[in-house]
């Protein structure tokens, strides 16, 4: 007697049947380098307002400039648009001083937790911002491109689709029909567009990247002590006397 769990030599057509379930295969992975699509490169607008914002994340405001800040007072340098000024002790602060760090004086937080939070929000938006229209841009140039090599533009639909625009062939011959006026006859013939340099392009973004930010001059903090002449006072020399040894010339007040 068999029963409906016997394999073998079960009657029923079910158990006849072979299995059709197969072992699932772990997908293969894709060859590195292969289907990639390569990002442009990032200007440097946006890697300084990534930097200010990673900066901003990861700092508590209590570390000093290790360059030691700037004394001008934005007399040198413009004004910092984050922080202009101290809240603490009141110095003026150029666009060298940044607010990822404390004031170079009073070593003092430039910023409190909120505004700090609220910074953070306005560079991420300027990020997205600078970022389209760097993209606009970029598909503006890609279609005066194509446009100047003869090339059809693409619709936006299938643009939208694909996610990435089609390339115009380099070099790609051109047929181009004219009629003879003379003669009545349609002559044809072969253009050729000149050939367009990527190479130089991309070296040159390559080095403006690798190019070292500029050193600005800074304005070191004051002396701590008032100096003082230590020179005698000559009384022939009054009422006032050079005794700095200073290319300076007394004006003396005018009369009413």
């Known amino acids: 007697m068999h029963t409906a769990w016997t394999k073998k030599g079960s009657s029923l057509p079910s158990d006849r049947i072979p299995s059709r379930t197969q072992t699932p295969q772990p997908a293969k992975a894709k060859a590195k ?68 760090f404390a004031c170079p004086h009073c070593n003092e937080a430039l910023l409190t937790p909120a505004v700090r939070d609220a910074l953070i929000q306005t ?31 693409t619709l936006s639909a299938s643009g939208s689709r694909s996610g990435t625009p089609d390339v115009h062939p380099v070099n790609q011959t051109h047929k181009v029909l004219s009629l003879d006026s003379k003669t009545r006859k349609v002559k044809v013939s072969t253009y050729t567009p000149p050939a367009v340099s990527r190479a130089a392009s991309t070296e040159k973004i390559k080095q403006q990247q690798q190019k070292p930010e500029p050193e600005y001059k800074r304005v070191p903090a004051p002396a701590a ?12 020399h009054r009422p006032w006397a050079n005794t700095r040894g200073l290319n300076v010339t007394y004006v003396p007040p005018g009369r009413a």
């Open 33 to 100: 380098g292969k289907g990639k699509e390569e990002t442009p490169p990032k200007s440097k607008e946006v890697r300084a307002l990534e930097k200010l914002r990673d900066d901003l994340r990861n700092a508590s405001g209590r570390e000093r400039d290790p360059k030691g800040g700037c004394f001008c007072q934005a007399r040198m340098h413009a004004l910092s648009t984050h922080t202009p000024i101290c809240r603490s002790c009141g110095l003026i602060l150029c666009e060298l001083n940044l607010p990822n």
């Open 123 to 153: 560079l991420e938006s300027r990020i997205d911002e600078t970022l389209a229209k760097e993209e606009a841009e970029r598909q503006r140039a890609i279609q005066e491109a194509r446009a100047a090599q003869g090339a059809f533009p």
């Open 225 to 236: 002590e008032v100096p003082c002449s230590s020179a005698p006072l000559n009384p022939h």
